[in-house]
């Protein structure tokens, strides 16, 4: 069945650095790729989403490109702010648009000021 | 402002005791979920509703069952709380034409002991 894997379970760095984190996914056809984000006592939040090859979804500074050649969804932000302390899950989305989200195992991100 | 409620934010259950975690949404989306999110598995559907008065299964079903009785409510239900159903539970909704922009609310701790 389709998958998602987020390799990193927790990423610790310092204000102003560069975040990757990895996303893969396995699935037939061209599904649609999310980034959501967790702050603590909250639910998930829509981050953006890309639904199709090379397509770069953004916002507030994180950007990922759908590579379906690789099959990968990796986050990017340039230089992060402590404000940016959160759990972040990449998803797959299922072709109907039907709500139902296969998620990673979720990336623990810590910024020390 | 819209908003998915859940109530209650917390609780402790017994084994085998029955349990109901409920949800308010005032987003008027037609599509409900229910997902639960367990620490290295991210979250995973377990019951979504796209219609008033009527409930589909997700991912992880079994043990759990789900009650929409209006637009606006989504109830989900352990008949037999078991230890392995400790975990946070999150409700979500969507408008039907939205690409699986999901809407969460703040969560469900749930301890079985």
């Known amino acids: 069945g389709d998958s998602v894997t987020q390799t990193e379970g927790q990423v610790a760095l310092s204000e102003e650095d560069f975040l990757t984190i990895h996303c893969n996914y396995s699935?037939?056809?061209?599904?649609?790729l999310f980034w959501y984000v967790q702050y603590p006592g909250e639910g998930p939040q829509f981050l953006f989403r890309a639904s199709r090859d090379k397509e770069k979804g953004s916002s507030r500074g994180f950007e990922a490109t759908y590579d379906k050649g690789t099959t990968s969804f990796h986050l990017r932000k340039a230089s992060v702010q402590e404000s940016d302390s959160a759990v972040y899950y990449c998803?797959?989305?299922?072709?109907?648009?039907?709500?139902?989200?296969?998620f990673g195992q979720g990336t623990k991100l810590s910024i020390k000021p | 402002e819209a908003a998915v409620t859940q109530s209650p934010r917390s609780k402790v259950a017994v084994t085998g005791g029955k349990v109901t975690l409920s949800c308010h949404q005032t987003n008027n989306h037609d599509y409900m979920y229910w997902y639960r999110q367990d620490t290295g598995h991210g979250l995973r559907l377990i019951h979504y509703s796209y219609v008033a008065d009527s409930t589909e299964k997700g991912d992880i079903p079994d043990g759990y069952k789900a009650s929409r009785p209006s637009q606006e409510n989504f109830s989900l239900i352990l008949e037999l709380a078991s230890l392995s159903q400790t975990a946070v539970y999150f409700c979500a909704s969507k408008n039907w034409s939205s690409q699986n922009t999901l809407y969460f609310g703040a969560g469900t701790r749930l301890s079985v002991l």
């Open positions: 998803a797959l989305g299922d072709r109907y648009n039907q709500g139902k989200l296969i």
């Open positions: 699935a037939s056809g061209y599904p649609a």
